[in-house]
């Protein structure tokens, strides 16, 4: 079954300091893993993939088959920062798009 | 260019009645998506279309949930004799072309409550 778990459903941080937010997944096929996050009253929006191998906003996510991770990081957390993020895979082994999501971990970051 | 659009963006209905909430993709966007969300939860796959063909519709919880796109464009999400446990976001997203891994474009969702 695929699965994609988020342990943390709330991740506060002090503005500069560093961040992870930790993101497992399960499958049945070779996954592609995605980021999207969702700001105070935006839609949701895709943030980054890992095929891209990209770093948006100062952000950073590395697919690790091993231990099935897909972990979100940045060196330095920004105000701007906060918001919802969900971890989510793509089978693609399967027809179509369809996503599976965590459960989403809410950043929120202090001056 | 124009964003996905959904309406309404609010739905309060009494239990048993009927909804439709309707979805308007990007334009030229081939495949279409509907998700649900309960509080404090992702969002949860219910169906999807490549033009007007509905390509899986394994998510849609039950009988009661319904989906078309007629015309491959705007998709109509139909919920009859809704109850309290249909209460949600809904939200809807579309992508450029039949495949995998393809962005999905979000739209700002049909919050509906169900009382």
């Known amino acids: 079954a695929q699965r994609v778990t988020q342990p943390e459903k709330l991740l506060s941080v002090f503005k500069g300091a560093p961040v992870e937010l930790k993101c497992n997944y399960s499958?049945?096929?070779?996954?592609?893993l995605f980021w999207y996050v969702q700001y105070s009253r935006q839609r949701l929006q895709l943030l980054l993939r890992?095929?891209s191998r990209e770093s948006i906003k100062g952000f950073t996510a590395d697919l690790n088959k091993g231990e099935t991770s897909f972990h979100l990081k940045k060196p330095f957390a920004q105000e701007e920062d906060s918001a919802m993020y969900y971890c989510?895979?793509?089978?693609?082994?399967?027809?179509?798009?369809?996503?599976?999501f965590g459960q989403g971990t809410e950043l929120s970051v202090k001056p | 260019g124009a964003g996905v659009s959904q309406s309404p963006r609010y739905k309060v209905t009494k239990r048993g009645q009927d909804v439709a909430l309707r979805c308007d993709p990007i334009s030229g966007h081939v495949s279409l998506y509907w998700y649900r969300q309960a509080l404090g939860q992702g969002p949860e796959f219910l169906t999807y279309f490549n033009y007007e063909a509905q390509q899986d519709k394994s998510g849609l919880p039950n009988d009661r949930f319904s989906a078309e796109r007629p015309e491959g464009s705007i998709s109509t999400l139909t919920i009859q004799r809704t109850e309290q446990r249909d209460s949600a976001m809904y939200r809807c997203?579309?992508?450029?072309?039949?495949?995998?891994?393809?962005?999905?474009?979000f739209g700002p969702g049909t919050r509906l409550t169900v009382t």
């Open positions: 890992h095929i």
């Open positions: 997203a579309s992508s450029t072309k039949v495949g995998r891994g393809n962005e999905q474009y």
């Open positions: 499958y049945s096929g070779s996954p592609e």
């Open positions: 989510a895979l793509i089978n693609r082994g399967n027809q179509g798009g369809k996503l599976i």
